[in-house]
């Protein structure tokens, strides 16, 4: 391993040197000039590289991602106690351990407001710390032996959960580093104020009864020109194996900062152990070994401390509409099919309750679902079990109502040839039995006979007011008068343009996935509308303005669209026919700038998807 600082050769002394005048030297300069030099000046800066977590969530020196519980808190009091922190080197090649010990204290904190987010902070004292050799150093002057390190604030937030079926879990961090710290006693940098900012990334996950977690990130800081070395921006990591459970726990971690003004490369394996001993209160202790000399790095450190944690009642995702999965809560129904998620094969698609929660399938689009169609690939009516309808002869009449089922026959004669004595001879469609002309073309209403009409004017005879002179039906079949030129028709209004009830729009209020009284009248013509229309199917559609995670915005929109489906499900409507989706925020109808565009956004849409 390098050293920190360049080494320097003394000067050399020529050989021609006597005794004599090497004692008149001696006597005659003074003891400051044979101090021993470095290769520049010396600069302030954070000697501190212990790095640990407040809220200690599942480890004490690595973030995991994992943050408190909503309302949680954790407080802790710990003391550090660490050796061969700062060795100096001078111009005769000899390292001087200017800080050797170090004896210091933290309070700190961290809280957890709202759901996801955590707080943090900490305040390092430096109680007593001390060395030796600064006094052989030119313009090196001993650290103070008292004083405080750079104070900490920081925040967390949770990306990814496992309990919601992510496959870690996943956050973000961000400490803060104030210039709080004392100068003199290397607590502190000595450029930018002092201040240090330090962004990372953790991800964990659980195996049996230990945690693995790592983090990474980069500690951004003043750069301090120092004897043979300069001291800045590093980058940090750090890998854990925790334990888990409520008992004694224990872990092992390895962190490192690699420089990016240097080749170097700051390592220290760190080992602990928490013990709860009641009330709330948890005692822990920890260790470390360095492995490395580069400044702040001990060759080893010992710590202990006592830490209080306030874990409030765990929120019910079940019963707040929280995002959760199927399994965390089973007694739901997370798909609105009537069929709780324990019991659901398919607990995020609505299905029916007969098919088990799965959506049921229609192979040959006879209406009549697969699981009840004995002949699943062959269109058939719903009478016949979906299968066709049986019809032996062809003509149309199912063989059960057909009186001749091997002969073909109209439905008028229940399947049955029509007979001689209903011969019709003119084929006017009046039988011959019942035709006064057999044998000439005429209506019904005239029994067959051809309608008269003497004048061929167009208007039958027992119509015509004049039977022997042409005139159109306006006039009774008689000659027109001479009549004014007809005025000019009056421009009439534009039909008013009907609408579909289905291009409704059901709105909902923030949050909520109940709509209001007078959506009701909207929906029950909806109803209406597709019992007249048996051979529609529709989806129904839900959105959600871009207020909130969007995750939880995607299960409000499904549990919109499904309070819809359910809705009309009890007005009559076949499940089969209505298919409830979801989108949460990514289809907004306006934007959602404004109060009135998100308002605009919550709502609910139908979609045709058969039928007309």
Same mark, same amino acid.
């Given at each position: 391993?390098?050293?920190?600082?360049?080494?320097?050769?003394?000067?050399?002394r020529t050989k021609a040197q006597s005794w004599?005048?090497?004692?008149?030297?001696?006597?005659?300069?003074?003891?400051?000039?044979?101090?021993?030099?470095?290769?520049?000046?010396?600069?302030?800066?954070?000697?501190?590289?212990?790095?640990?977590?407040?809220?200690?969530?599942?480890?004490?020196?690595?973030?995991?991602?994992?943050?408190?519980?909503?309302?949680?808190?954790? #407080?802790?009091?710990?003391? %550090?106690?660490?050796?061969?922190?700062l060795l100096l080197q001078g111009s005769d090649? #000899?390292?001087?351990?200017?800080?050797?010990?170090?004896?210091?204290?933290?309070?700190?904190?961290?809280?957890? =407001?709202?759901? !996801?987010?955590?707080?943090?902070?900490?305040?390092?004292?430096?109680?007593?710390?001390?060395?030796?050799?600064?006094?052989?150093?030119?313009?090196?002057?001993? =650290? &103070?032996?008292?004083?405080?390190?750079?104070?900490?604030?920081?925040?967390?937030?949770?990306?990814?959960?496992?309990?919601?079926?992510?496959?870690?879990?996943?956050? #973000?961090?961000?400490?803060?580093?104030?210039?709080?710290?004392?100068?003199?006693?290397?607590?502190?940098?000595?450029?930018?104020?002092?201040?240090?900012?330090?962004?990372?990334?953790?991800?964990?996950?659980?195996?049996?009864?230990?945690? #693995?977690?790592? %983090?990474?990130?980069?500690?951004?800081?003043?750069?301090?020109?120092?004897?043979?070395?300069?001291?800045?921006?590093?980058? $940090?990591?750090?890998?854990?194996?925790?334990?888990?459970?409520?008992?004694?726990?224990?872990?092992?971690?390895?962190?490192?900062?690699?420089?990016?003004?240097?080749?170097?490369?700051?390592?220290?394996?760190?080992?602990?152990? *928490?013990?709860?001993?009641?009330?709330?209160?948890?005692?822990?202790?920890?260790?470390?070994?360095?492995?490395?000399?580069?400044?702040?790095?001990?060759?080893?450190?010992?710590?202990?401390?006592?830490?209080?944690?306030?874990?409030?009642?765990?929120?019910? !995702?079940?019963?707040?509409?929280?995002? +959760?999965?199927?399994?965390?809560?089973?007694?739901?129904?997370?798909?609105?099919?009537?069929?709780?998620?324990?019991?659901?094969?398919?607990?995020?698609?609505?299905?029916?309750? $007969?098919?088990?929660?799965? =959506? &049921?399938?229609?192979?040959?689009?006879?209406?009549?679902?697969?699981?009840?169609?004995?002949?699943?690939?062959?269109?058939?009516?719903? *009478?016949?079990?979906?299968?066709?309808?049986?019809?032996?002869?062809?003509?149309?009449?199912?063989?059960?109502?057909?009186?001749?089922?091997? $002969?073909?026959?109209?439905?008028?004669?229940?399947?049955?040839?029509?007979?001689?004595?209903?011969?019709?001879?003119?084929? &006017?469609?009046?039988?011959?039995?019942?035709?006064?002309?057999?044998?000439?073309?005429?209506?019904?209403?005239?029994?067959?006979?051809?309608?008269?009409?003497?004048?061929?004017?167009?208007?039958?005879?027992?119509?015509?007011?004049?039977?022997? $002179?042409?005139?159109?039906?306006?006039?009774?079949?008689?000659?027109?008068?001479?009549?004014? =030129?007809?005025?000019?028709?009056?421009?009439?209004?534009?039909?008013?343009?009907?609408?579909?009830?289905?291009?409704?729009?059901?709105?909902?209020?923030?949050?909520?996935?109940?709509?209001?009284? %007078?959506?009701?009248?909207?929906?029950?013509?909806?109803?209406?509308?597709?019992?007249? +229309?048996?051979?529609?199917?529709? *989806?129904?559609?839900?959105?959600?303005? %871009?207020?909130?995670?969007?995750?939880?915005?995607?299960?409000?929109?499904?549990?919109?669209?499904?309070?819809?489906?359910?809705?009309?499900?009890?007005?009559?409507?076949?499940?089969?026919?209505?298919?409830?989706?979801?989108?949460?925020?990514?289809?907004?109808?306006?934007?959602?700038?404004?109060?009135?565009? !998100?308002?605009?956004?919550r709502r609910v849409e139908f979609v045709p998807?058969?039928?007309?």
């Open positions: 391993m390098r050293s920190l600082f360049s080494r320097m050769d003394l000067p050399l004599a005048l090497a004692a008149l030297l001696a006597t005659a300069v003074t003891p400051a000039a044979f101090g021993q030099t470095t290769t520049s000046p010396i600069a302030p800066l954070d000697l501190e590289r212990l790095r640990f977590q407040p809220a200690a969530t599942d480890s004490m020196f690595v973030d995991t991602g994992r943050v408190l519980p909503e309302g949680g808190y954790r #407080l802790l009091l710990m003391v %550090n106690y660490e050796r061969g922190i090649g #000899l390292e001087r351990s200017i800080l050797h010990y170090r004896t210091a204290g933290w309070l700190a904190g961290a809280w957890s =407001p709202v759901d !996801r987010l955590e707080f943090s902070a900490k305040l390092p004292v430096i109680i007593a710390q001390g060395g030796h050799g600064a006094e052989q150093l030119v313009g090196v002057s001993e =650290p &103070d032996s008292f004083g405080l390190g750079t104070p900490e604030l920081g925040v967390r937030y949770e990306l990814l959960r496992r309990e919601e079926g992510a496959p870690v879990f996943l956050g #973000l961090g961000l400490d803060i580093g104030l210039p709080g710290g004392t100068a003199d006693a290397f607590g502190r940098q000595a450029g930018w104020a002092g201040f240090q900012i330090a962004p990372r990334v953790s991800v964990s996950r659980e195996l049996g009864p230990v945690v #693995l977690g790592a %983090n990474a990130g980069v500690r951004i800081r003043s750069r301090e020109v120092e004897p043979g070395r300069d001291v800045g921006t590093e980058l $940090e990591q750090g890998v854990v194996v925790a334990t888990r459970g409520k008992g004694l726990r224990g872990e092992v971690a390895l962190q490192a900062a690699e420089s990016l003004v240097e080749s170097d490369l700051a390592l220290e394996l760190l080992g602990g152990v *928490r013990l709860p001993v009641g009330a709330g209160f948890e005692a822990f202790a920890l260790a470390g070994h360095g492995f490395t000399d580069i400044p702040g790095t001990p060759s080893f450190r010992l710590g202990a401390g006592i830490a209080y944690a306030n874990e409030p009642a765990p929120v019910d !995702r079940c019963r707040t509409g929280r995002s +959760h999965t199927p399994e965390q809560c089973p007694n739901e129904d997370d798909d609105g099919d009537s069929v709780a998620n324990k019991d659901d094969r398919c607990p995020l698609e609505a299905g029916s309750v $007969e098919n088990n929660g799965c =959506p &049921d399938k229609d192979s040959d689009g006879d209406g009549v679902v697969d699981r009840e169609d004995q002949c699943p690939s062959q269109a058939g009516t719903a *009478r016949d079990h979906g299968c066709p309808a049986p019809d032996e002869d062809k003509d149309g009449v199912r063989d059960d109502e057909d009186a001749c089922p091997r $002969e073909a026959g109209p439905a008028s004669e229940r399947g049955c040839p029509v007979k001689d004595t209903d011969k019709d001879t003119d084929k &006017d469609g009046v039988p011959d039995k019942d035709d006064a002309c057999p044998n000439e073309a005429g209506p019904a209403s005239e029994r067959g006979c051809p309608v008269k009409d003497t004048d061929k004017d167009g208007v039958p005879d027992k119509d015509d007011a004049c039977p022997n $002179e042409a005139g159109p039906a306006s006039e009774r079949g008689c000659p027109a008068k001479e009549q004014k =030129p007809p005025e000019e028709p009056k421009p009439q209004p534009p039909p008013e343009e009907t609408t579909s009830p289905l291009e409704h729009i059901v709105q909902f209020p923030v949050n909520q996935s109940e709509f209001q009284e %007078n959506e009701q009248r909207q929906l029950d013509s909806i109803a209406a509308y597709l019992k007249a +229309h048996p051979e529609l199917s529709i *989806r129904i559609e839900g959105h959600t303005d %871009n207020s909130g995670p969007e995750e939880a915005n995607r299960t409000l929109s499904q549990q919109r669209a499904n309070r819809v489906r359910e809705y009309l499900i009890q007005k009559g409507i076949a499940g089969a026919r209505l298919e409830a989706k979801g989108f949460g925020p990514d289809r907004p109808r306006v934007s959602n700038e404004t109060p009135e565009g !998100r308002s605009a956004n998807v058969t039928g007309r």
